[in-house]
């Protein structure tokens, strides 16, 4: 069963400051999402990252791929309070056809 | 171009009532997906539908959930004899075929009391 962790589970950190956060997966994928919702809102898609070694950049979000370790990160750089929502990553497991499996969400918080 | 939509936007229901929820996707998407996000449970995968193949259906918690796709476009997620822990949002997504990015619809949020 395909699992999907991202950490930190809640960030609050100033404007003006860089964080990175983290998914990691179980099992073999080189399907990777990002996407944002903001509190009673649906889900906005930020990122698509279909290869190993995969970055893309919109503005103070970069994300990246690393299909060896399992891992995406999306890096925030000089954070602004209008980046305060919550992100979700989610994989698509190489069996499962298109189906998206969910991390459980970091809770980004920018304070002025 | 018009994105996903989804009605109602909200349900209150009466635990053991029946709820049909609908999805219209972006149109000429082939692909449908459902998805629900609970407090307790974050976000799960439900249903697929992908062209005239067989639903995918494997997400359903519950022989109580169906859903259909008529003509290849609107979807409706039925529950039957709702119970309380159905109370979440309901998501609808589509997608082309190919590597899918999956568009969100606005949701529905189902209160069973």
């Known amino acids: 069963e395909l699992k999907v962790e991202q950490n930190p589970l809640f960030l609050s950190m100033q404007e003006g400051k860089n964080y990175t956060i983290y998914c990691n997966y179980s099992t073999t994928s080189d399907r990777l999402y990002w996407y944002r919702q903001d509190p009673g809102k649906s889900l906005e898609s930020l990122f698509v990252l279909l290869s190993n070694g995969a970055v893309k950049q919109e503005g103070r979000l970069m994300a990246s791929l690393d299909t060896k370790a399992r891992l995406s990160t999306l890096h925030i750089t000089a954070a602004v309070h209008d980046l305060s929502a919550t992100y979700f990553c989610?994989?698509?497991?190489?069996?499962?056809?298109?189906?998206?499996?969910f991390g459980e969400g970091t809770q980004l918080t920018v304070n002025p | 171009g018009a994105g996903v939509s989804q009605s109602p936007s909200n349900k209150v229901t009466e635990k053991g009532k029946d709820v049909e929820l609908r999805c219209d996707p972006i149109s000429g998407h082939t692909a449908l997906y459902w998805y629900r996000q609970s407090l307790g449970q974050g976000l799960e995968f439900l249903i697929y539908?992908?062209?005239?193949?067989?639903?995918?259906k494997s997400g359903l918690p519950s022989d109580r959930f169906s859903a259909e796709r008529t003509g290849g476009s609107v979807s409706t997620l039925t529950i039957q004899r709702t119970q309380q822990e159905d109370s979440a949002v309901y998501l609808c997504?589509?997608?082309?075929?190919?590597?899918?990015?999956?568009?969100f619809g606005p949701g529905t949020r189902l209160t069973v009391l």
């Open positions: 539908f992908q062209g005239n193949s067989a639903p995918d």
């Open positions: 997504a589509s997608s082309f075929t190919g590597p899918p990015e999956q568009f």
């Open positions: 989610a994989v698509v497991e190489e069996t499962s056809g298109s189906r998206l499996t």
